[in-house]
C-alpha cells in the first residue's frame, strides 16, 4: 500500500486559477448542502436526504483530477459529487423538492440525481449498487479504446458489499481504467467502520486485487488531487484500476433527523474545528498569499447568491402532472 | 378479551420480546440494530434485554441471510433484518435457491426455522429503490411461506407464529404502519399462519386485500356504505399459506369480489386470488372478479406522481360501484 501525500511537501503545483476553482466548488457545495437541509426541515422537500457536508475535499479533490468526459458514479450521499462532476445546482434543487424540471423529472429524488452528459451514470440507493455498473463503463471504455476514466464513489460502509470485491477483481483482471473512491468517514449509519471493517483499511485490499491502494487525508483537498491524479493517470494510460481511501467525516446526521446516538457532540465538534476542509484550505491560500480574506467571503457570498437563485428555480418551476408517472418507463414511452 | 392500544412499532417489540424470552435460540441479525433499536426503532429496548442476541453486521445482506440459513439449519432461530425489503434483491440465491429449497432438495432431512423481517410498501417518498411490494416472488416462490399483516393484532400474533413456525417465513412489514395504533389483547396469542380476517362485515361485495391496503379497504367500505353498498372486507394477513376457505365462503354469499394490493398490478398476488375464485366459485359469480394494484412502474420520487401511482380509497370505491353495475341480479 502507498502511503499519502507528506502533509509537509509544498503546495502541489496547479495554478491559481485551479485553486480558486476548487475552493469555489468546495464552499458551493457547502451552501448547497446547509440550504437542503433548511429546506428539508422546512417540510419542503419530501422522503429523506444524506448531507455531506465536512466531506468537501474529499470529493471536490477527486473530482478535480477528472475530465468532462469521464465517468462518475455516485451513492445516497451523492449531491456533492454531482455538483463536484459540473451538475447544476437550479435542477438539482429542482429534483429535491419533486419538480418536474428536475434532472429526473420528479421522478428521482435525493438519491437518484444523475446528468448522463457530464458522465455522471447516477447516484444510488443501494448501496455498493454502483461498483458492477462501473466495471461495465470501464468496459465499454476499453472495447471503444477512448482514454476517458471512471470513478466510482463509495463509503466505508459499501466496502463490505460483495460487489466491491467482485468489482475490484474484475477490474483488475481486465485492467480497467477505474478509480475506486472510497470516502471514510468513520460511519456507516450508527456502525463505526473500526468496528466492521476487517483489518481497518479498505486502501489495504488493493493489495489482494493487485493494484494500488492510497489512502490520503480526506480534509486536504490538494492531498486528495495529488493521490487520486495519480490515480486516474495510471487508468488512463492503461494501467488499471486503483483505490483510493480518504480519511473523512461527515457533520451532519447519517441522514436528516438521524438521533446520533452512536456518536458525541464533542466529536464532531472536533472535526469541525480542527479539520474543517474548507477552512484549512482558506488558510493555506491565504497563507500562501494566492487569496486575500476579501476575496473569501467574496466567493461565499456569490455562491451563496448563486444558489438562492437556483432554489428560486426549484421553488417557482412547476409540479409534475401526476399522469407523468406513466411516461418514460421504456424509450418509446 | 381485555385489550389496549398500541403501536405496530410496540406490537413488534413485545412480539419479539416475548419470544426471545422463552426461547434462547432465537436472535436478531442486521444492519443497525443496536445503537438505535433499529433504523425504524422496530427493536426498541430489545437490545439491553438480550445483548448478545441481536448482531449488527457490516453492510453484506448476501451473507447475513445466509448467515441466517446457515444458522437455523444447525439449530438457532434467526430473525434476519432486511433493512428495507427493496434490499432482498441483494441476497435472492440465498432466500430463493437455498433458503426455500434446502429442506425440500435435501429429502426433508433438514429444517430452516428462519424469519426473514422486510419493511416495504411505499407512500413516503423514498423513490425508486426503497418502496417497493415484492411480496408475488416469494410467493411464486415454492418453499417460502408469506406474512403481511395490516394492524398491530395480528403483527403481534403472527410475527409470534412465524417465529415458532419451523418454516422460512418472509415477513412483509409496511413502513407506513409503524406508527399505526390498535387494540392489542393484554394476555399472550398466537395467530396461525394461513387464516384470514373479515376485518368488516358485508352482504354486497367482497374485497379481498393485506398489508396497508386493509385500512384504505376499510375507508372505501365505510364511504360505500354510504350510498348503500355493503363491502366486506377480508384481510388475508398471511399469503402462503392462503385461507381461500375464508374468500369462498365470503364471495359464495356477495357474489362478486374485488383484490386490492399496493404491489403493482401486473404478476400481482391479486391475478392469483382472482384465478383462484374463477376456477373454484364461477357457478357463484354475478360479476368478473377486478383487481386494483399499483400502476406497472417503478415508484416515482414526487408526492404528486406516487400517490397517482399507489393505489387511493377512491379507486376502491370506484371499482366496487362498478362491479355493482355490472353485478347480474
Ligand atoms: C444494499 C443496501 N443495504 C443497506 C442500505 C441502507 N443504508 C443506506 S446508507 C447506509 C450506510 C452506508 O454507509 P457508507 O457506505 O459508509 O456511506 P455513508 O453513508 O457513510 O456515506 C445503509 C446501511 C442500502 N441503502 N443498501
Ligand atoms: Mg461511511
Known amino acids: 500500500m502507498h502511503s499519502s501525500a507528506d502533509s509537509n511537501a509544498p503546495i502541489i503545483s496547479i495554478s491559481a486559477s485551479r485553486k480558486k476553482a476548487i475552493l469555489k466548488k468546495m464552499i458551493q457545495i457547502r451552501q448547497f448542502e446547509e440550504r437542503a437541509g433548511e429546506l428539508f ?27 468532462p468526459d469521464d465517468y462518475i458514479i455516485s451513492t445516497h450521499r451523492g449531491h456533492a459529487h454531482i455538483l463536484a ?129 492510497y489512502t490520503v487525508d480526506g480534509s486536504n483537498v490538494l492531498d486528495v488531487l495529488e493521490v487520486v491524479q495519480r490515480a486516474v493517470d495510471l487508468a488512463r494510460s492503461g494501467g488499471g484500476p486503483s483505490i483510493v481511501e480518504t480519511a473523512t467525516y461527515r457533520y451532519r446526521g447519517h441522514f436528516e433527523g438521524d438521533r446520533q446516538e452512536y456518536r458525541t457532540i464533542q466529536e464532531i465538534n472536533a472535526h469541525r474545528m480542527h479539520r474543517d476542509p474548507i477552512a484549512r484550505f482558506e488558510k493555506l491560500l491565504v497563507a500562501y498569499n494566492t487569496i486575500n480574506l476579501d476575496y473569501i467571503v467574496k466567493i461565499w457570498h456569490e455562491t451563496a447568491e448563486d444558489i438562492e437563485k437556483a432554489i428560486h428555480f426549484g421553488m417557482e418551476s412547476p409540479l409534475p402532472a401526476p399522469e407523468d408517472a406513466l411516461k418514460g418507463l421504456f424509450v418509446n414511452s | 378479551m381485555r385489550t389496549r392500544q398500541i403501536s405496530v412499532s410496540k406490537a413488534i417489540v413485545e412480539a419479539l420480546t416475548e419470544e426471545m424470552q422463552r426461547d434462547e435460540s432465537i436472535f436478531i441479525i442486521g444492519e443497525d440494530l443496536v445503537s438505535h433499536g433499529g433504523i425504524f426503532n422496530q427493536f426498541k429496548g430489545l437490545p439491553a434485554l438480550f445483548k448478545d442476541r441481536i448482531i449488527d453486521t457490516p453492510i453484506s445482506e448476501t451473507s447475513i441471510v445466509g448467515c441466517g440459513v446457515g444458522a437455523a439449519l444447525t439449530g438457532m432461530r434467526p430473525i434476519v433484518d432486511m433493512h428495507f425489503a427493496d434490499f432482498v434483491t441483494t441476497a435472492m440465491d440465498e432466500i430463493v435457491n437455498q433458503m426455500a429449497k ?50 398491530p393484532a395480528d403483527v403481534k400474533g403472527l410475527l409470534k407464529a412465524a417465529i415458532r413456525d419451523d418454516d422460512p417465513v418472509m415477513f412483509f412489514q409496511h413502513k407506513k404502519l409503524f406508527g399505526k395504533r390498535g387494540a392489542v389483547p393484554e394476555e399472550e396469542y398466537v395467530i396461525p399462519l ?126 366496487a360501484e362498478k362491479i355493482m353495475k355490472r353485478k347480474r341480479k
Open chain 1, 41 to 67: 426541515h422546512q417540510k419542503l422537500i419530501p422522503g429523506f436526504i444524506h448531507l455531506s457536508i465536512g466531506q468537501e475535499a474529499s470529493t471536490v479533490g477527486s473530482c478535480a483530477s477528472l475530465r
Open chain 1, 85 to 213: 462532476k459540473g451538475a447544476d445546482p437550479k435542477y438539482m434543487f429542482a429534483e429535491l423538492l419533486g419538480k418536474k424540471t428536475g434532472y429526473c423529472k420528479g421522478k428521482g429524488g435525493s438519491m437518484h440525481i444523475a446528468d448522463f452528459s457530464l458522465g455522471i451514470l447516477g447516484a444510488n440507493g443501494v448501496v455498493g449498487g454502483g461498483f458492477p455498473i462501473m466495471v461495465g463503463a470501464g468496459m465499454s471504455i476499453k472495447l471503444r479504446k477512448t482514454d476517458q476514466v471512471g470513478m466510482v464513489f463509495f463509503g466505508d460502509g459499501a466496502s463490505n458489499r460483495g460487489t466491491f470485491h467482485e468489482a475490484a477483481n474484475m477490474a483488475a483482471v481486465f485492467k480497467l481504467p477505474i478509480i475506486f473512491v472510497c470516502e471514510n468517514n468513520n460511519y456507516a449509519s450508527t456502525s463505526h467502520a473500526k468496528v466492521m471493517v476487517a483489518g481497518g483499511s479498505i486502501a489495504a485490499r488493493a493489495k489482494a486485487y493487485d493494484m494500488p491502494g
Open chain 2, 102 to 151: 434446502i429442506r425440500y432438495m435435501f429429502g426433508g432431512q433438514a429444517k430452516v426455522p428462519m424469519v426473514l423481517w422486510a419493511p416495504d410498501g411505499g407512500g413516503i417518498s423514498a423513490a425508486a429503490q426503497h418502496s417497493q411490494s415484492l411480496e408475488s416472488w416469494f410467493v411464486h416462490t415454492p418453499g417460502l411461506k408469506v406474512v403481511v399483516p395490516s394492524d
Open chain 2, 194 to 319: 394461513g387464516k384470514a380476517a373479515v376485518k368488516r362485515k358485508g352482504k354486497d361485495i367482497t374485497i379481498i386485500t393485506y398489508s396497508r391496503m386493509t385500512s384504505v379497504c376499510l375507508e372505501a367500505g365505510r364511504r360505500l356504505a354510504d350510498i348503500g353498498i355493503e363491502a366486506e372486507v377480508i384481510d388475508l394477513r398471511t399469503l402462503k399459506p392462503l385461507d381461500f376457505p375464508a374468500i369462498a365462503e365470503s364471495v359464495q354469499k356477495t357474489c362478486c369480489a374485488m383484490v386490492v394490493h399496493e404491489a403493482c398490478l401486473t404478476g400481482g398476488f391479486g391475478g392469483e386470488i382472482a384465478a383462484c375464485i374463477g376456477e373454484e366459485l364461477f357457478d357463484y359469480l354475478a360479476a368478473p372478479v377486478m383487481r386494483i394494484g399499483a400502476k406497472d412502474v417503478p415508484m416515482p420520487f414526487s408526492p404528486v406522481m406516487e400517490n397517482f401511482v399507489l393505489p387511493q380509497v377512491e379507486d376502491v370505491c370506484a371499482c
